[in-house]
């Protein structure tokens, strides 16, 4: 076998294009006769290996050959997508395959891309066949250009226009360049909805995402059209009736219309409402394992009260979870409502199959590229060879997915083939880079200007363990912290963590002095899982802290004076945890419940020193949350010794009591400065509510607030007649570099010699 990049003259051309009719369905005029294949050599390469065409070919040198393994071998090279034309032509005994090879795309090129990234535009085109070093196909490149324009219609972009340019360069290869006209976004100037009776149309628009234009609307993007949230949007209305008792409520039509100029999009929503359906009696209909009572607990529809959707929906839901809680993997319930239209009631029949009990024969990890199964695994709580428990299954689910690692963690149940009572679980995840390189500087009302830099590795090299360096140049607050988390430092999952750290903080509101706290140290924590949701945490620690520089605050010169500029402690920790909150940064529902206890065993100092938190969200609506957060701070000197200054509680500001001025509560010395106090007491509430024209974003968000609390010595009465109260609104918004609150308000209870400060804000912060 060879090859040849030019043609020679055939001593004898017995028959040309022979299989061609055979493969257009067309008889040849004369058939080519049976012969022994002395050599096989192609014509015509430039770049395609020649193993390439060889391995596609049905013959070798010694075969037969025939036409109708010609037109085999023509069929397998033009499938290969590489050539725009293959001829056979017959020397003697020697088979000539004359190609003509595709044009290879050299390069992919986008002019004019500004709404999507160009990144993500060129993976998915080479992914749909159209990238560098790809053969070149026209009829690929008509179907990219319309698929780019469907994206920008997702976009609103209806007047996109798309134009592909084709440039030949050297060495059959092609330049493919795109240049978008993208045009101006329409916007949604209208939305009607028409037949509404019993809610009046502007509640109803204050369901949907979709919004016509406000001052907002160029950061939400709301007012921009698209089909599948109008769609999602028609079913917040449906679901807003279907739970509000009118049962046969339905959507007659939807027209969008848009102007001739394409800028303009009006939607016109009409409804048929129906009546008001009261429920008078639920049925359950079917097996229940002999447990109905336990079932006719789990119901959430109460007779006597209007129909409710999402009722009937958690019921069915809280059914198939107690069937999998006893291994009925593929039970199923169905709502069937009876309605009497005459009495507008309905009685609804929930009717179950449990179909058969299942064990669980293995459980598989797809999708961890980088992270190793023994990671996902650990956390799962269905074990193979046990009975299929649904419960234990979410469980497993949930606990990966607070692991952080992964974008999407899904569990797929599959029958397994040749048996009626066993299953595999199929744990699929999609990984997200966890490492993290942070360099940045923020701005507090406090702090003015600080840099902030961090390298984080939440898993490392897929082993579940982190690792990470922190450095803070606040102001008030330098730090630099080596930070190493195993949690599963133990097969029983008791996590380790290892500290080290050197911190200088200058106590707020010292006057402009030129003294500092610095405190060098070390930590290991353990936290032992007593539940699902419990953690108590114990550690040992050690810290020096040094009053350094000049010190004129009688406080810490007196502290200094009696006990030296350094001390020692040796800390012993501990902690228990509970988060159920839905967002650690934008919550709206949940409760988080902390307790930290720090006790100076050894040392120079011994203190023992207490910290409590509550925080409880409640959702009024699904726009409107409400929230509460109380802390209270304790802290006492042990064996004849004060509580060290150092060791003071603050407060005021932005995490305590807003208008104050940061670190302004508590004693006040005789030089005038702020030095906290060993007791402290805050206690906030939050009502948050969407920004207008914003839609239901969540990340953006208006509150009014009222805080009170106080920080007190350790001679000073606690009573309410030394709170201090404010109140006021701020703004949430969880923007690119952060957490940001930006608050404004006035003091409700204050002193004359209290420092207030009605404007605060602050990045990265809660309450």
Do not use: C
């Not at 005029?29 to 049976?34: I, L, N, V």
């Not at 535009?121 to 990238?131: E, H, N, P, R, Y």
């Not at 406000?214 to 739970?243: F, M, V």
């Not at 208006?702 to 010595?713: E, I, Q, R, S």
């Amino acid at each position: 076998m060879h090859f040849s990049s030019t043609s020679h003259p055939l001593r004898s051309v017995a028959a040309v294009v022979l299989a061609i009719g055979a493969i257009a369905g067309v008889p040849a005029a004369r058939a080519a006769e049976a012969f022994e294949i002395a050599d096989i050599r192609i014509e015509g390469l430039q770049r395609t290996d020649p193993g390439t065409v060889f391995a596609s070919l049905p013959f070798r040198i010694g075969d037969t050959y025939s036409d109708d393994k010609g037109a085999a071998a023509l069929r397998a090279l033009f499938a290969t997508g590489l050539f725009k034309d293959v001829r056979i032509e017959i020397d003697g005994r020697v088979l000539v395959l004359v190609v003509e090879e595709r044009a290879v795309i050299a390069a992919v090129t986008f002019v004019g891309l500004k709404e999507f990234d160009n990144d993500t535009l060129a993976k998915a085109l080479k992914d749909s066949g159209i990238g560098e070093g790809l053969p070149f196909d026209r009829a690929l490149i008509d179907r990219a250009e319309q698929e780019i324009k469907r994206q920008y219609l997702t976009r609103s972009l209806y007047g996109a226009e798309v134009v592909t340019t084709i440039t030949p360069l050297e060495r059959n290869r092609v330049n493919v360049s795109f240049t978008m006209t993208e045009g101006d976004a329409a916007k949604i100037k209208e939305i009607r909805i028409v037949g509404s009776k019993v809610f009046s149309e502007s509640t109803l628009l204050g369901l949907l995402e979709q919004t016509t234009g406000g001052w907002l609307t160029w950061y939400t993007k709301t007012d921009r059209y698209s089909r599948s949230k109008l769609n999602a949007d028609l079913e917040t209305i449906r679901a807003y009736y279907t739970n509000r008792g009118y049962l046969e409520f339905e959507i007659e039509s939807t027209q969008v219309t848009i102007s001739p100029d394409k800028q303009d999009i009006s939607i016109t929503v009409t409804v048929r409402e129906g009546q008001l359906y009261t429920v008078t009696a639920v049925k359950l209909e079917g097996d229940f394992l002999g447990k109905e009572d336990e079932f006719r607990r789990l119901v959430r529809i109460k007779p006597g009260e209007p129909y409710r959707s999402e009722a009937v929906a958690a019921t069915t839901k809280l059914f198939g979870d107690l069937y999998g809680l006893y291994g009925y993997a593929f039970a199923r319930t169905q709502s069937r409502p009876e309605i009497d239209r005459a009495n507008a009631q309905v009685v609804v029949v929930l009717a179950a199959e449990p179909q058969r009990r299942v064990y669980v024969r293995r459980i598989n990890v797809a999708g961890n590229d980088r992270t190793r199964d023994e990671v996902v695994r650990r956390e799962f709580r269905q074990f193979e060879s046990a009975w299929y428990d649904g419960g234990k299954i979410k469980l497993s689910r949930d606990r990966v997915d607070r692991l952080g690692y992964f974008k999407d963690v899904e569990v797929e149940t599959e029958e397994v083939p040749g048996t009626a009572d066993q299953v595999d679980l199929t744990i699929k995840v999609t990984e997200k880079p966890t490492g993290n390189l942070l360099i940045g500087a923020g701005y507090s009302s406090s702090d003015k200007l600080s840099f902030t830099a961090s390298i984080k590795q939440e898993n490392v090299f897929g082993t579940g363990n982190y690792l990470g360096i922190e450095l803070n140049t606040s102001k008030s607050n330098r730090t630099l912290v080596l930070s190493t988390v195993d949690p599963y430092f133990t097969i029983d999952g008791i996590s380790r963590a290892v500290d080290l750290f050197y911190r200088t903080t200058q106590p707020i509101n010292s006057q402009g002095e030129e003294y500092e706290l610095v405190t060098p140290g070390a930590t290991v924590r353990f936290g032992v899982p007593f539940s699902e949701f419990d953690t108590v945490f114990f550690g040992l620690g050690f810290e020096s802290t040094r009053i350094a520089g000049n010190v004129t605050n009688k406080s810490y010169r007196d502290y200094r004076k009696l006990y030296g500029s350094s001390s020692t402690a040796i800390p012993l920790t501990l902690g228990w945890a509970r988060d159920d909150r839905d967002s650690a940064i934008s919550p709206t529902s949940g409760k988080f419940q902390r307790v930290n206890l720090e006790w100076s065993i050894a040392g120079d100092v011994r203190y023992l020193r207490a910290n409590l938190q509550y925080q409880h969200y409640i959702p009024i609506t699904n726009r409107f949350t409400f929230g509460l957060n109380g802390e209270f701070g304790w802290g006492k000197g042990l064996g004849n010794k004060p509580y060290p200054i150092f060791k003071n509680f603050f407060g005021g500001g932005l995490g305590s009591v807003r208008v104050f001025d940061q670190g302004s509560l508590g004693i006040v010395d005789v030089t005038n400065n702020y030095i906290g106090g060993n007791r402290k007491l805050n206690v906030n509430a939050e009502f948050y509510v969407p920004v207008p024209g914003g839609g239901n974003d969540k990340s953006l968000r208006l509150f009014g607030f009222m805080d009170a609390g106080n920080v007190w010595g350790e001679n000073e009465k606690v009573d309410a007649h030394s709170l201090r109260a404010s109140a006021g609104v701020g703004l949430s918004w969880i923007s690119p570099v952060g957490p940001l609150k930006l608050s404004w308000g006035t003091p409700l209870r204050s002193q004359p010699t209290d420092r207030i400060q009605k404007f605060q804000f602050q990045i990265g912060t809660a309450f």
